[in-house]
Structure formats: C-alpha cells, structure tokens
C-alpha cells in the first residue's frame, strides 16, 4: 500500500526527521506509525562477523556471548519529558543500526545543535559481532511520564543480607548492552552512544568485561555458565506482557567482586566443596562430567552430603527455587587495584528471565542466607532492567511504549 | 662441562631452589652462575601461539603487538635487599616461563609461608601469544643496593610544559609489561604476578590497553604507528652497555588521555591539520599512501606549508629532532567516565629506544612547544625503565645485574 501512494515516502522521511531534531513529545503528535519508518529501510546486508539488529528479540540476549561487553547506564537530564525520550531512543536505534554494520554515523544523528561528527575510527575494522541491547529502568517510566505503563515486575529489587552496594554504580534510567569479539569496537560504540545522548542523558556508570577466547572459566578458576537453561527461556512470552515487552526480558546486573587473595589461599578441596563441582572440569562432586545433573541426594557412607548443604550449586538449583531459572550470560572484569592494595576484579554477573520475581530475586535470597561462595564474593552494585522486545526495521527501541 | 660432573645438576638444583626460598643476599654468595640454572632447563615446545619467553631479547618488544596489554608497577616493599629482589625476578621469571606456554604455576614458587596456589583458570586456554616484560625503574637501583650501577640513561624523565602527571599512577620500581591476544589470559597473568610478589612487592599502579582486531586507529580516528622505525632499532647494542643491559631497550609510558568531546567537534579538515596526514588512510597531507614520506618542504601556492608548522608530524619526524626516533607499540584505553562526565579515555603510548636521551626526551620536548595535536591531548602518567636483555634458559631477568 505505501508504494501505491508515491508521496508517502517522503511524508514518513520527514516525520523521521522531525522526531530526530525536534526532540518533543508535540513532534510525534500525528506521527503514529509514520514514525517507524527509517531513513533506511532495507535491513542492509549483513558482513562476516555481523550480528542483525532486527529481529523478533534484541540482539545480545540469544546472541553467543561475545568475548568483549561494555556495560553503560544513561540517567536523563532535567528536561525529559516522553518526546525527548524517544528521540533519544530513536537516535540510538538509528546509530546501531550503522555500527553494527561497522558503518560511520550520520552527521544527521547527532544531537540537535551539536556540531560533533563520526571520527571515522571504525574504518576498516570489522564489527565483530557488535550487539547494542537497550533496557528501560524502574525509574525510566516516572521521567517519561509513563509511569502507569510500568510493569509490576520492573520494581527496584529488595535488599539482600550480605549485599554492600554502591549506589552511584548502580540502577539507572537507560542501560545499553554493548557486546562485541573486538574490545574497540565495543569502546567507539559507547562514545558514540555517549555523544549522541549529549544533552539529553548522561553516563550514569560504565563497566567494562571479557571472557577468554576459548574459555568459560571465571577468575576464581571455576567453569562458568553449566546447565544454563535455553536462553530463549529468558524471553516474555506475548501473552503476558505489553506489547512493547512482548520478546523481551528483564536483566539484572550484578558487580561481583572477588575476594581473590583469599581464595587463592584455600585448600583445592575447600575450594570445590563450596562450589559444589570439581575445578578440573566442572563436574559436580557426585561425579560424571560437567553437563552431568548435580545429584543433591547423593551421601558418602557416613551419611553427609556430598553436595555440602551450603555448596552454591545446592542453593543456587532450580530444585531448591521452586523451580526458579535464570539464564546467566556474565563477563569477567579487572579494573587493577583497590585502595586496600587488592584486586579490583571479579565477575559481571548479568541474569536474564521473564520475570525477576520468579528468577533472580528468589535465588538470590536463598544464596544470600548461607552459600558457602558468597563468603569470597561482595555484590558491589546492582540494577535491573526492562529489555524491550525486538526491533522491526523502520522501528525503533520501545516504539509500541513511547507511542502507546 | 657440567655434563661431566653428575652432582652439579643437583648442586645448582639446590642453589636455585635456595634462592627461591631463603631470599636473601646470603643465598647468593657462591651461588654464583650456578643460580642460572632454572628447574626445568629446557624451553618447553611451544604450542600454537605461543610467543617464546627465552631468547637475546625479552619477548614483548619485537613481538608483533598484541590486542591486549596490562602494565602493572611494582614497588619494592621496607625489607628489599639485593638478593631478595633476585629472588623476586627468578620467581617471576619461572613463573612467566610457565604461564607462556598455558601451564599452571607450581606451587613451589609461591612466595616463603604463603599458601596461596594455582587456581587452574586457564586450564583448556590457549596462551594467545602471552608475553612478559620485565623493567627495572630508576629507584630500583638505590632500593636493591645497586646505585653504582644504573644507567646514566636511567634518570628520571624531565617535566615537559604541558604534563599534568599523576604520581601515584606514574614511574615504580619495577615494570612488567603483560601483552596477549586474549584478555582473560593477561589478567590472570598480572595476579599470578601480584601473588608472587606478596611480602616483597606490591601493585603501583596497574592499566588496560586494547586495539582492534584488525586496525590500527586509535580512538581519535588517527591511523596510528605509521612509519615506525624496525623495531630492532629500539634494541640496546652491546658494546654500549653492561651486560644485562645488552640486547635490552628502555621503554617510555605515557597514559595520554584524549579530550574526545572536544576532538569529535571539530571540523574534518582541522582535525587533519593537526596531525598532518588524512582521516580516510593516514597518508601525510603531502600526498600519497599510508608509507609515503612526509614531505615537510612542500608549500601551496601562495607559499603556505602543505604540512602545518604546528603540526604533529612535522614536530616528531625525526628530521625536526637531530634524527631522534622511538619505536612506538601504543595501545587505546577507555576506563569509562571521569567525575567531570568526560571519557576516561585515549592512548596508552609506549615508545622504546636505546636511550631516551636520543629518543623520547628531544621528541617530547619539541612537541610540548606548540604541537597542535597537544591542545586535544593531556599526558596524566610518565614512567621510564630499562628493559634488560633476554633471558636463556636456565637464567632469569636481570641476573648479570643482580649477580655482577
């Protein structure tokens, strides 16, 4: 039908374009779904190493893990109102579609009286697997005037006992994922993501992971990620969500400090027994090898659990969590050296579900009341966020919420 | 000769282990060469990327540059003598020798009482090309009683205009410089180190650095490395130092953060002139390709110089600095957001020569007069190092210095 009507075209451009510079909720008066066209509305070829950004889910979340992961939180400046939000969105949405095609940014992206421009750092670099996954923050609803359009499970999560959080380094009103094989890649990605919120949203905190190349061992040794369920098991189903949620999920972040110096000086044998798995392979003490179900009921001959009572993959099981299930997709991290002279490392835990109220949130209350593992672990920040479902090209992150 | 006299395998075996564990002076006194001899004698094969660790240069300054890097500095702690910084550098030697090749480090060069061991992390890891470099600061010549001996090389670099130097972040008495292609192998390899050094030395200051997997822009756009020198030119030649110096090199480290907001502001054509050569392929603005001389005489036709009298390459080129040259092995650092909002972002720069009086020191001088790549640039850390020469097997960094 649009082809039938040789005008339409151009009417879409230029209600793109009046969203992209007028920055306010007047410019999506009338728009409706006029504004879901694209400047571009081909979803262009994809490259080797290229990861699309349209799709039914976000990319990032089904994606492999990449080998690289910045993470970014945006909080809004004071004039944010629901227009100036999705113009935001929209500038964003715009900007990943070029990077992950390892394309320049248009001149035509940047902010509205901004005279910044691409500095062409990404011209002959591949754009590895490059993956921008946006999420919506409990506070992101109030800043925007949505605030009936939050979900009951987009709550700030409760305390938990052992938890020493560092406010100024968690939650958050926007948060990007940015994943890539290409630790530069990932790096030009946030600085035009930053630049490009210039005005409108600022870096709130950013953290920076890998993992090795061929590897899933964390930095405490152990195999990491075992019996992770489906990730698609981390999505909203349509029926029980809005549609802007619909193919989407919730992520929780946590910040895992690693009590290093100390751990490094355990007997081997303490070492697995708080885990719960041998540290060659990753097999459960019960034995078999690392995808082998842990048997929780297994005894030695004098009647003690092989799996301790307090070993975090008895606590952390679905058996012990009425079923609770997350899928866990985490990065190493090492930031250097803490004013104690210890290491500044650990492991960014991101954990993926439909529901937090039903995934991290109960496991999590469990861990924290007695898991041998956490006695080497500070979970030094935390936030959670809502992933809107995917983007359909011509769309942008959120539309069906912004435009609801 | 030593083959003939079956006890002096197991009288150097017992030398070398006495130095590992009573870490004083006394244990070398009449250890002698002996002390050159290592646990294992033989250079382990060598798998698949693996970059060697023994040979007439330490591995890291011709190695190919590596995506990733930390650089860590170490200061000695109030205990340091002689013997047991030898100590110290034969743990760390053994220790690189293991870690190179994907091993596990034994347990027996732990530092004397701890009972810290191996964790296996980087069991099923390929070793991604590791390499260790190992420097020796100013001060660790006055710590370890070796005044007499440091280089007149070997002073502290002067302070140039525009530094606005971080003590706490620069110089240190010892350097170990951690290149891989895989970021996870790096970290654990700074920790083993830092376990290492436990009650002898401890973490100065420490950095990340990365490129792209297949550039060489830094993050200001810039094609970088352009025209370097063949790096053997950075190597020490031996009739012109001490033994442990010969087949060595001195390395300059200079954290240079970028003023990124400024920088993607301005105009394409001003960010050029800068620099002198073009954003698109890094050819000089005089023409050509990539490698393609500058040519520093060539004026429009109203007589204006092609190649801006302030611009960066015309203060470096070695034809501004009586032929002075560095080889440069620089790296991009983004360590996320400073208090002012700004990125913590820009080049960890590593220039390396046979002596930083003929390198590093003119060239620096010349560019902090006027460069106008400088106005976009802050240098916030500065340490110098000797890099002594490469190890044989059996040896370890420095012995001809510590035992001389």
Do not use: C
Not at 213 to 236: I, S
Not at 275 to 292: K, N, Q, Y
């Amino acid at each position: 039908m649009p082809a039938a009507d040789p005008a339409a075209g151009s009417r879409r451009r230029v209600s793109r374009r009046s969203l992209l510079t007028a920055g306010g909720l007047t410019a999506l008066a009338g728009a409706g779904t006029a504004a879901a066209v694209a400047l571009r509305d081909e979803d262009g070829a994809s490259g080797p190493g290229t990861a699309p950004f349209h799709g039914p889910q976000q990319a990032g979340i089904l994606t492999p893990r990449q080998q690289y992961v910045r993470l970014a939180a945006f909080d809004f400046g004071a004039r944010t109102d629901r227009g100036r939000a999705a113009a935001l969105l929209l500038r964003w949405t715009s900007a990943a579609e070029h990077l992950v095609r390892g394309e320049a940014v248009p001149a035509g992206l940047e902010p509205p009286g901004s005279r910044a421009a691409d500095t062409g750092a990404l011209a002959g670099t591949a754009p590895a697997r490059l993956t921008l996954t946006f999420g919506l923050g409990p506070a992101f609803f109030d800043r925007t005037g949505l605030t009936a359009a939050r979900p009951a499970a987009l709550t700030p999560l409760p305390a938990f006992g052992e938890d020493r959080l560092d406010a100024a380094r968690s939650d958050g009103d926007l948060l990007v994922q940015i994943g890539a094989d290409d630790p530069f890649v990932a790096a030009h990605a946030l600085r035009v993501l930053q630049r490009l919120a210039r005005g409108e949203a600022g870096l709130r905190w950013t953290m920076a992971g890998f993992t090795a190349a061929d590897g899933r061992r964390n930095l405490m040794g152990q195999v990491d990620g075992t019996n992770n369920p489906d990730p698609a098991k981390a999505l909203v189903a349509a029926p029980d969500a809005p549609a802007w949620l619909a193919g989407g999920s919730y992520v929780v972040i946590r910040r895992i400090r690693m009590l290093l110096d100390h751990w490094d000086t355990l007997p081997p044998a303490h070492r697995e027994q708080a885990l719960g798995r041998r540290a060659a392979d990753g097999a459960p003490l019960t034995g078999g090898g690392e995808r082998t179900p842990v048997d929780l009921a297994a005894t030695r001959p004098d009647g003690v659990p092989v799996i301790a009572t307090n070993a975090h993959v008895r606590l952390a099981a679905p058996a012990s969590n009425d079923g609770a299930a997350m899928v866990r997709r985490s990065w190493s991290y090492h930031d250097g050296l803490r004013a104690d002279g210890t290491p500044d490392a650990g492991l960014l835990f991101l954990a993926w579900q439909p529901d937090p109220r039903t995934g991290f949130i109960p496991v999590q209350r469990r861990l924290s009341q007695g898991d041998a593992l956490s006695r080497y672990l500070v979970h030094e920040t935390s936030a959670l966020f809502a992933v809107p479902g995917g983007v359909r090209p011509g769309g942008y992150v959120a539309q069906a919420l912004m435009e609801g």
